[in-house]
């Protein structure tokens, strides 16, 4: 090194180390710095975001609520019922309390004493709670009933498909929508139609006279996400006497 | 950082600090913007520390000019701006030294080139990495650099 950059670099040293340095808290970053319109623009961000959460919580809060309360009213199905072996379902000793989680669907056949089967209104209603209910409306099926009677509705077997349902434990019914005397007797998915009209229904058998007369609902559990079939609405003999027919939901 | 852990680097740092701020406050003639340069480069070392721990005022230097904006690369950008402000305080207390009076006869990229190469001790190769132009430039830039110094010494005798 030339004497000349030696001297260069002694005065830099000598001088540049004179410089005064930052208190040593603020060697690091920790102090930054950050004015007081910052500092507010930040607390006001903070309880902007939080605010928004609440209010988007609340309002899923709300909404699945009113899910729960509200009765869908999905479009009718007319097709005719898969008989997929699913599980029968019978009288549960526990009621399960409707609750979230994909929502289930329940699915079955419809009958009425006659060659045509009047527009239903399909009713789930929860045994837990009755003003927690899911319904579908279905179509007139079969002929007029001024024409002259067939031996059966045409087409494919009536069916109704409710959809939408939160899991728990239902009764399951139908009310006729149209205007008829005695319209407020129902059908009921029923001890009788598990226990007498599947078993020998299906099997194109008369039913036995021993078969008992039980015309008691039977429960329907609905879990997460299962769509639980053969739950066929065709008991519509429960205002015999020594049974009860539920009433139509309002 | 396996061997390279955040007490080693916060050690380091700290060790460097008083020279490399110095040094960056030479370079800018900011004390605020050298400090800032020099925390981004703190928290730069946390996250991507340099490779080893032998040049660490170095790459300190690099990265604290890097930060700043008015480093050297935006200088080269800008041309030869970046006269010393006659109202700066930084500038001001250099302008009390023998050496601040000499770095004010500098442009921005001069000053940052002069000061790596007398205050820091870094190498010509060091340098150039530093600041982001090749070795030649920095060995015409530290020539020019003194011959200007000269000049204003001499006027200034």
Redesign the interface.
């Known amino acids: 090194m030339r004497d ?2 030696r001297d ?2 002694h ?12 208190p040593r808290d ?4 920790a102090a ?2 950050e004015s007081l319109v910052m500092k507010a623009s930040r607390y006001v961000l903070y309880a902007t975001a939080i605010a928004a959460v609440l209010v988007v919580a609340l309002i899923a809060s709300f909404a699945l609520r009113a899910g729960n309360q509200v009765a869908a009213s999905p479009s009718p199905t007319i097709a005719a019922v898969t008989t997929s072996p699913t599980p029968t379902p019978t009288a549960a000793t526990a009621s399960p309390t409707p609750t979230a989680g994909p929502a289930g669907a329940i699915t079955g056949a419809l009958s009425y004493p006659s060659e045509f089967i009047p527009p239903l209104t399909v009713f789930a209603v929860s045994v837990a709670d009755q003003h927690v209910l899911f319904s579908v409306d279905t179509p007139r099926f079969g002929a007029d009933p001024s024409s002259q009677p067939t031996a059966a509705p045409p087409g494919p077997r009536p069916s109704y498909t409710i959809t939408g349902v939160t899991p728990g434990a239902y009764y399951v019914f139908a009310f006729r929508r149209d205007t008829f005397i005695g319209n407020d007797i129902p059908a009921v998915y029923s001890r009788f139609v598990v226990d007498c009209m599947q078993p020998y229904g299906d099997a194109q058998k008369p039913i036995p006279s021993s078969c008992p007369n039980d015309h008691t609902l039977v429960q329907v559990i609905v879990r997460p996400g299962e769509t639980v079939s053969r739950i066929d609405v065709t008991d519509w003999n429960c205002s015999l006497p020594g049974s009860t027919c539920p009433p139509r939901p309002r | 950082m396996p061997e390279f852990t955040v007490k080693r680097w916060e050690q380091l740092y700290d060790r460097a600090f008083p020279q490399v701020y110095r040094a960056v406050v030479a370079a800018t003639l900011d004390r605020e913007r050298a400090l800032d340069g020099l925390h981004d480069a703190f928290e730069e070392g946390l996250r991507h520390p340099p490779s080893d721990d032998r040049n660490v005022e170095g790459w300190l230097y690099r990265v604290a000019l890097r930060k700043t904006r008015r480093g050297l690369l935006r200088a080269l950008r800008e041309g030869s701006l970046g006269e010393v402000p006659a109202d700066d305080p930084s500038a001001a207390v250099l302008q009390r030294l023998e050496v601040g009076r000499l770095l004010a006869l500098l442009t921005k990229r001069q000053r940052a080139i002069v000061v790596a190469h007398y205050y820091l001790g870094l190498s010509q190769k060091e340098i150039a990495e530093a600041v982001g132009v090749r070795r030649g430039t920095v060995s015409a830039t530290v020539s020019q650099s003194l011959a200007r110094m000269r000049k204003g010494e001499a006027e200034h005798a």
């Open positions: 000349q950059d260069l670099v005065l830099f040293v000598r001088d540049l180390d004179e410089i005064e340095l930052p603020r060697w690091r970053v930054r710095k």
